[in-house]
């Protein structure tokens, strides 16, 4: 069968600039989520290509969060005029950011944004719930009994607030859950491969955070999480993370492609 066609791509007109943030979104909340998942790839002195790296990324998780369908070309132009830099500083940039699979490159036709078809899902979700879950078996022994009881009261904190949609706040708290136990891991590589994938989704976990009941069923996944890993029960809690990261990646399907996980077929 033919696999679903362009799903969340950002929205940029072409040969336009990025939209900059704003429209009822948190911006601050972009930053965090960069410092999340990349701030140890800085160097101790930012050049002029990790300032347009960071910018032209934090611009593509504002606009995946507005959910335009279809690709569109990135004006180097533009951006550089945008930004205030020079159009290199921007194309080198961009290179980057098309190895961490967040835009495409075509060698004639330039940069386009990433459109993300049912298949990318899948691949994003299943590395993503096998690596974790990896990550938090290297992490349990390294992880504070008390940071965890911590963790659970934030979590009880962002349920009692459920009727007003904290979707930032709770992103932000998703973001720190999900970094302490891939950061514990202490595996270096681990780490910036997952922040690598965890960028791809960063594109439409936003818009997916604000469908009914996605943050509610987040945070009951959260709690069997920590509670397993609280009690020592660390094979239960890694196979909670994966059962976790497979509930999202089905309400991905369902609210941002219109696709349901097919149901499961026991072995003849």
Not at 46 to 62: C, G, Q
Not at 96 to 111: I, M, N, S
Request: proline fraction near 4%; include cysteine; hydrophobic fraction near 50%.
């Amino acid at each position: 069968m033919r696999e679903c066609g362009v799903a969340v791509a950002v929205a940029m007109a072409v040969q336009a600039p990025l939209a900059a943030p704003g429209e009822g979104l948190d911006v601050a909340l972009y930053d965090e989520m960069f410092d999340l998942l990349l701030e140890r790839d800085r160097g101790a002195v930012p050049t002029a290509v990790d300032h347009a790296y960071e910018k032209i990324w934090k611009l593509l998780m504002v606009n995946g969060a507005r959910g335009a369908r279809g690709e569109q070309r990135l004006s180097d132009a533009a951006l550089a005029a945008q930004l205030g830099v020079s159009r290199t500083p921007v194309r080198q940039a961009l290179d980057r950011l098309a190895g961490d699979g967040l835009v495409r490159v075509d060698p004639r036709r330039g940069f386009w944004t990433r459109a993300f078809t049912v298949g990318d899902i899948h691949e994003i979700y299943d590395l993503r719930g096998a690596l974790e879950s990896l990550a938090l078996r290297l992490a349990a022994p390294a992880l504070d009994p008390a940071e965890l009881r911590a963790e659970l009261e934030l979590l009880h904190e962002v349920r009692t607030l459920l009727a007003e949609r904290p979707i930032a706040l709770f992103l932000r708290r998703d973001l720190r859950l999900h970094n302490l136990l891939i950061h514990a891991s202490g595996n270096r590589r681990l780490i910036r491969f997952l922040a690598t994938l965890r960028g791809q989704h960063g594109l439409f976990q936003v818009r997916d955070s604000s469908y009914p009941r996605r943050i509610s069923i987040a945070l009951d996944d959260h709690e069997l999480i920590l509670r397993a890993l609280i009690s020592g029960r660390v094979d239960e809690a890694a196979h909670l993370l994966e059962a976790h990261i497979a509930h999202a990646k089905a309400g991905v399907l369902a609210d941002l492609f219109g696709a349901a996980e097919a149901p499961a077929t026991a072995a003849g």
